[in-house]
């Protein structure tokens, strides 16, 4: 590192050009960013190839359809004359008002599986043109004022299942990514007025937003080196930005604390560059390091929008590393010493609090590591219950024209397992008919119809439409899509959103366990090397599994069982998790909540070097960096907070549960456990064979194995300096 401070310090005007030139491309390409970004998920399962099929001949009859109810006046039935005209009327006036859409209903097929109950009601299911399109509100509306205008004698009701995932999130404004940086950048700020009570409060702000903005960079041209078969999704701009400006702040903030306690220390403004370099710049580097560990284990998993997110998540850390070891630097030492004016806050002593709190910890460690494990246990246990599915239609259906649908939809006999409709393409059409034969003899479902007319003539093959008793995907989906499986002929296809959503759940955690296995065993070989320990880099890795078990726990009872729900966000409860939050939580979590343990141990093991006390080391640690850990988790949490409006219900729980879990994390993990349980282990903290030392390819410090600190074990009782 001091290598790099003295070039950096001897070109200044070269680097700042350069990061200028940066910042300035980036800006111009940044609103460009959107456009590029595809959606979609790519599996190599049976529901994704035969949605590739089914697309081919039939459009968005992979898609949940849209469906109408239509109720038959006071006394009548559906076959009844006057009825029946009405029915084609509305055939019709569907066909004019949306030409591209494909329409299964009573009226084009005589289907009896399209009836109500009592014969006095039918639906009528409509698919979007293309894959990937959904049955928008607007769209639903749109279909629902073209039936009632052609057939104004009959109740219309209209639903989907994106109206009614859109209509549980209608309270919420929409959200952009330049909104919620602002919202972000200003609870960011204030943070930082309070930290360092001088105009460097916006220094870390500005090295934030150079980061974005080349972040921004690196994703558009991201998209242009990224194949086919894994595309970069829109989700990925809202994550990086967000995420990023949390990061790219606490980097920053932690090169500057250091900067100004050396000033402080009467050092001049270079040599006090040179030494935060020395010191913080070294965490940092690491932290980076460990931080892109668990955001590049998530291409291990066989779904090309997590390992999108995962190559582009690379980003958030790398890139925060750099700006705040090249361009900081060159800034601190232009203007550094100006803009810490008026200086309302010391630099360079301890804190008071946490020196107090350090002792309290130290003097009572028993009882704070038990407080601390019974918080994360508790949590981790919420955990267990944890239901990753689709959102059943009953959560989702708050209030509104949408759930009144639903309702009406359920009231007249129809399963709401209609609203995710199966596709099966038949490779002949002539085998339609007798597949639908076979499937309405199968009790998981409601039945089967072989919809006719435009739209639905394939080239010689066939489609019929499954409608299962509960709905695909979701926990109470039961055995529906494996008894269709089961009963379809050789050669058919079953697709459909609810299929695709089932596979994905299953390969995504069915590469979990690898994922876990990467990152715990490759951050314990890091962090042993950087710790120069055995014990420091087993505890954080297990404190770190347990952390993030216990925001899942978190997550659980705020979206699975609605704690909170309608407070924050003015919606109903989920009942469930998103397929992706947890896997994607982990991610990000387990590398950004590590950071917190790299800035705490680096000021722990540095003063134990000078003092020889594991006490004093502790004492030291925490009450130069506990203002700094809490600082710089307030700021992420203002970051993903802001995150967290998005109407994007993954983005959603994804930044709810990483704002949780940063502040869990900080508070109870880094200022609670690692504390009491550093002192519970004594010197065994410091314990490193000779044999792992050159496994782990580690510098000697002067002393031998007989020399090095034992683990206290094997000389005196646990817990005694």
Known sequence: MDRISGFLLRHRGLVGLAWLVITVVGVVVAPSVSSRLQPGTHLNTAAYHANVRIAKEYGGATEDPGVLVLDAPAGQRVASPGVQAQLKAVDAALAKAA???????????????????????????AYPPHQGDDMSPETVDELTA??????????????????????????QANSSVLNELIIGAL????????????????????????????MQLLIYALTYVMPASSPIGPSVQYIVALLG?????????????????????????????RVAMKRAGHSVWFSGIVASLGLCALVVVPNSLVRGIGVSGLFIPSTATLVALTLLPVVLSKIGAKADWPRRRRSGSPGRFWTW????????????AVLGLGILIGLAGTAATINIAQPTTAALASAGSYTDGLHALTADGFPSGTLTAVPIRV?????????????????????????????????????????????????????????????VPPGALVGGDGALNVDLVQTTYGSFPLLFGIVAVVTFLLLARGMRSILLPAKAVLLNMLSVAASYGLLV???????????????????????????????????????????ILARVREGYDRARSTHQGIVEGVSRTGRLVTSAALILFFALAALSTANDITVRQIAAGLAAGVVLDA???????????????????????????????????????????????????????
């Open 99 to 125: 030409p591209t859409l494909r329409v299964v209903s009573y009226a084009s097929t005589g289907s009896r599986n399209l009836v109500g109950t009592n014969g006095t009601s039918t639906i009528v299911l």
């Open 146 to 171: 073209a039936a009632r205008t052609a057939a104004p004698r009959l109740a219309v009701h209209g639903t989907s299942q994106k109206a009614l995932e859109a209509g549980n999130q209608s309270q």
């Open 187 to 214: 609870g960011a700020l204030a943070v930082l007025a309070w930290v360092f009570g001088s105009f460097l409060a916006f220094l870390p702000l500005i090295m934030a937003l150079v980061s974005v903005l080349t």
């Open 245 to 273: 400006l949390g990061l790219s702040i606490d980097y920053s903030l932690l090169v500057v604390t250091r900067w100004r306690e050396e000033r402080a220390a009467g050092r001049g403004n270079d040599e006090a560059v």
């Open 357 to 368: 709190w350090s002792g309290q910890v130290i003097r009572h460690r028993v009882a704070a």
């Open 427 to 487: 490779p002949d059409a002539s085998q339609a008919a007798a597949t639908v034969d076979s499937l309405d003899r199968v009790s998981s479902l409601y039945g089967a119809v072989a919809p006719t007319g435009p739209g639905w003539n394939g080239t010689g093959t066939g489609m019929v439409i499954a409608i299962p008793r509960h709905e695909i995907g979701t926990d109470s989906g039961g055995t529906s899509l494996t008894d269709i499986r089961a009963t």
């Open 557 to 599: 009872l705020v979206f699975q069982h609605g704690l909170g729900m309608h407070a924050l966000w003015g919606t109903n409860s989920y009942g469930a998790i998103d397929r992706l939050a947890p896997v994607l939580i982990f991610g990000f979590l387990f590398g950004v909540s590590m950071d917190y343990e790299v800035f």
């Open 667 to 721: 508070v109870v993990v880094r200022m609670l456990l690692l504390p009491a349980l550093v002192s519970l282990f004594g010197t065994a903290n410091w314990w490193l064979p000779n044999r792992a030392t050159r496994l782990l390819r580690i510098k000697p410090t002067g002393t031998d194995e007989a020399e090095a600190p034992r683990p206290e074990w094997a000389t005196v009782s646990i817990g005694k300096d």
